[in-house]
């Protein structure tokens, strides 16, 4: 339940950040912004359907599983400890 009011607190924030702030001396190029969101979700849908990235998906989900499994049997192993004190 905590680890779910911290994803909607962060997705809260990130709809709240700025761009960052140019610097008039700067000479890096003005990358274009996507107009929509809808723009970026398919820019974002290209990037994962594509060759490359095809290949990373599965190591992306083992390591969410594999912390998602561990964090859970963390609590249960300190719960365990507190309780043989």
Not at 30 to 44: D, G, T, V
Request: no cysteine; proline share 4%; net charge neutral.
């Amino acid at each position: 339940m905590v680890m779910l009011v911290i994803m909607f607190f962060s997705v809260g924030i990130l709809f709240y950040l700025k761009e960052p702030i140019k610097h008039a001396g700067s000479n890096q190029e003005e990358e274009e912004q996507p107009a929509s969101i809808k723009i970026a979700l398919h820019k974002i849908w290209n990037m994962i359907s594509s060759r490359r990235f095809i290949g990373i998906i599965p190591q992306i989900v083992w390591a969410g599983m594999s912390i998602a499994f561990y964090s859970g049997l963390l609590v249960d192993m300190l719960s365990q400890v507190i309780k043989a004190d």
